[in-house]
């Protein structure tokens, strides 16, 4: 192994470290799942800004094991869903959701401003895969948000899973904004990911 794939290596075992310890840190959390965290997400996204989509896509799937490990201690198997469901929510919540933060180098050839549509787009796609899962899955078993009720499964699912990704979007891009102002930062960054 040469010396560039074991640092990128090494950082990526740090990012995930990173990741996984932020993830504990959380501002807010919703009965059925969900949460704003301190910047959970960004060091996978840097990652993937720094190394490309591939290897972040990597980085961001183990990071999504880690997730479905918390999901787990956080109660998964006790939300009485049945054996499919809990397939489809594994997959939709955690495995796709997570790994999708890979994604966030996918224009890194566009400077800062490609990094945080990057991060930003990548997060998004995360709120997809909570909404398809919300619309699908838990308004299928009638899991309503305490205070609120909806017959409209898409308007309940929007709602739910809007109400922490967009909160954890805005933080991310804003962490990320700042990051990439640092010098240090901004060099680490800018001496593998390319810029205009």
């Known amino acids: 192994m040469n010396k560039k794939k ?15 310890v932020l993830s504990y840190v959380i501002i807010f959390k919703l009965p059925w799942g969900g949460s704003v965290t301190l910047l959970s997400m960004l060091p996978a996204a840097m990652y993937s800004i720094k190394h490309g989509v591939k290897k972040g896509i990597a980085i961001a799937f183990v990071f ?26 594994i997959f939709l919540d955690y495995i796709a959701a997570f790994t999708l933060i890979g994604f966030s180098g996918i224009f890194r050839n566009k400077g800062i401003k490609g990094w945080i549509i990057g991060t930003a787009c990548s997060l998004f796609m ?26 409209n499964t898409y308007i309940y699912s929007l709602l739910y899973n ?35």
């Open 64 to 89: 999504s094991l880690f997730q479905l490990l918390q999901g787990i201690g956080d109660g998964l198997f006790a939300w009485g869903l049945t054996p499919i469901m809990l397939i489809a929510c």
């Open 126 to 151: 995360r709120f997809i895969c909570h909404f398809i899962s919300g619309v699908v899955i838990f308004h299928s078993i009638g899991k309503l948000w305490d205070g609120f009720s909806t017959d």
């Open 6 to 20: 074991l640092l990128a290596l090494i950082e990526g075992s740090f990012v995930i470290a990173l990741g996984i």
């Open 162 to 196: 809007g109400c922490y990704m967009l909160p954890e979007i805005t933080f991310t891009c804003i962490g990320a904004v700042i990051m990439f102002r640092v010098p240090v930062i901004k060099k680490l960054i800018f001496t593998t990911a390319p810029q205009r």
